[in-house]
């Protein structure tokens, strides 16, 4: 092979082993495809093929990933809209002839097994570091470690009290992605080992999760960031984590954390020991 499929808002170049996917960064070309940039599909992370009829006089080429190749669907798990696919090809309906010649083609290089679930990872994750903010904080992926950064304006008092969090990729087994937009989008990072006394139902209770709303948390920005994490869960296997070294906060942000502490417990939301113990490790991050 060695073609080009031109579409709307991508292009596929077909290789003898492999797909490579360039989206455009037009204005109309979805954020996700944006943000992704370009995607290399080896054929043994595919498992079909399919053209079929579009919406207003198009046709719709799509690869069907392998179960558990690609890190950004596994985290996806089906939430995606149609529009956003990364696998769909749009094309107008006239070239209807071409894109079957280019199916069977693909076809022709997938394979047998293609229907059997990966044992790895097979298309590469999107890269590191990586960062977005949700409602409650700010996420950030440096490929080792992923830290939640609680915001004030909006983490919940449990959380304020468990402080800010830091999980090395190596104590973690998965993601729990659920798009923002649904109902009560959030990312929760599942460990290897449970939790004492269970974990909290709700995401915006726990500690490991952020939640998204209405501008927090984009498909765009916090998928590929669950995927870049899933990845590298999967690869850490029993490595042994490479501990972040501390960072100096700005005292500004540290005085306005004590402050927000404060009204939590004079609200009676934190205990005078809690407010103690929390002040004092503010205080030391200085």
Not at 98 to 115: F, I, Q, S, T
Not at 128 to 134: E, G, S, V
Not at 218 to 223: Q, W, Y
């Amino acid at each position: 092979m060695g073609d080009v499929l031109a579409g709307f808002h991508a292009a596929w170049e077909f290789e003898s082993d492999s797909l490579l996917i360039r989206y455009e960064r037009g204005i109309r070309t979805p954020k996700l495809f944006q943000a992704l940039g370009e995607r290399r599909v080896p054929l043994a992370a595919l498992s079909g093929v399919s053209l079929t009829p579009g919406r207003r006089g198009t046709v719709v080429l799509r690869a069907e990933p392998r179960p558990g190749a690609d890190p950004l669907m596994e985290a996806a798990a089906g939430q995606l809209k149609d529009s956003s696919d990364p696998y769909r090809l749009v094309l107008p309906a006239e070239r209807e002839t071409l894109a079957e010649y280019y199916a069977d083609e693909l076809r022709a290089g997938l394979p047998d097994d293609g229907a059997e679930p990966a044992e790895r990872f097979l298309v590469a994750a999107p890269e590191t570091p990586r960062q977005f903010k949700a409602y409650d904080a700010k996420a950030s992926f440096d490929g080792r470690t992923v830290t939640f950064r609680w915001f004030w304006t909006g983490a919940s008092s449990a959380k304020w009290k468990a402080g800010d969090q830091t999980f090395a990729v190596a104590d973690l087994a998965g993601v729990e992605w659920r798009s923002p937009e649904a109902f009560e989008g959030h990312l929760r990072l599942l460990g290897r080992e449970p939790v004492a006394g269970g974990r909290p139902a709700q995401p915006d209770q726990d500690p490991a999760a952020v939640v998204f709303g209405l501008g927090y948390g984009p498909v765009h920005e916090s998928l590929p960031f669950a995927a870049a994490v899933l990845a590298a869960a999967r690869a850490s296997g029993t490595a042994v984590p490479v501990p972040a070294g501390p960072a100096r906060r700005d005292p500004a942000d540290i005085a306005e954390r004590i402050r927000h502490l404060g009204e939590l417990h004079q609200a009676g939301l934190v205990t005078d020991e809690e407010f103690s113990v929390k002040k004092a490790e503010l205080l030391a991050e200085l």
